[in-house]
């Protein structure tokens, strides 16, 4: 159990993933605003006023066992292009979601996802053991739900009327939640499929 108890870098060629601190606050205000994300209305991802509320948010799930937050960094530049986590996480069953994720615009459809993705189904399944790792995203959300297929997670299913939208765009809609998930044998080949994709960014 003794990994479970803090967030911990996962360095890789493209991206790397550290846990986050207000000291990336600058950084991901200025990333935010690539393709103004706080408009989307499928997710909630924070405006550049609400960041340091954000962080806060999830450094204090952090400090309750709930949440493990990381800052995406871009290597080239040494700047946080993004956050993403591992959530609801579930030591004793050994299960935890991947989520509450963006890039800014720039970034997004690069190696950084997949490599993202990556580091950190590798970290869960090779250190912490999981017995299965979960994705969650808005049934109207087509980017994020082709993003998760393309890494080989299977849909388990939809929550229907899962979650009221608190966007302003949608404020009031019941929000239908896909499930998805990769187990602990499906692993090998998800790990080789999205070694293959690297490789051929590499290439």
Do not use: C
């Given at each position: 159990m003794s990994?479970?108890?803090?967030?911990?870098?996962?360095?890789?060629?493209h991206v790397h993933l550290v846990p986050?601190?207000?000291?990336?606050?600058d950084d991901l205000a200025?990333?935010?605003r690539d393709g103004e994300l706080w408009q989307l209305w499928t997710t909630t991802i924070p405006s550049p006023a609400g960041m340091a509320a954000e962080i806060s948010r999830r450094l204090d799930l952090q400090t309750q066992g709930?949440?493990?937050?990381?800052?995406?960094?871009?290597?080239?530049?040494a700047q946080a292009v993004g956050m993403t986590t591992y959530m609801n996480i579930d030591a004793t069953n050994r299960r935890v979601e991947i989520g509450s994720t963006w890039y800014?615009?720039?970034?997004?459809?690069s190696a950084v996802n997949t490599e993202a993705k990556r580091l950190?189904?590798?970290?869960?399944?090779?250190s912490l053991n999981c017995i299965a790792v979960e994705f969650r995203t808005h049934f109207f959300n087509q980017p994020s739900r082709r993003a998760i297929e393309r890494l080989g997670a299977k849909l388990d299913g939809?929550?229907?009327?899962?979650?009221?939208?608190?966007h302003p765009l949608g404020a009031g809609a019941l929000r239908d939640t896909c499930v998805y998930s990769?187990?602990?044998?499906?692993?090998?080949a998800v790990k080789a499929h999205l070694d293959h994709q690297l490789n051929r960014v590499r290439a």
């Open positions: 990994h479970w108890t803090a967030p911990t870098p996962l360095p890789g060629q986050l601190s207000h000291a990336h606050h200025q990333a935010v709930k949440m493990w937050p990381f800052a995406v960094i871009d290597p080239a530049t800014r615009q720039s970034v997004q459809r950190l189904l590798a970290y869960a399944f090779e939809v929550l229907r009327s899962h979650q009221i939208n608190p990769i187990i602990a044998s499906e692993w090998p």
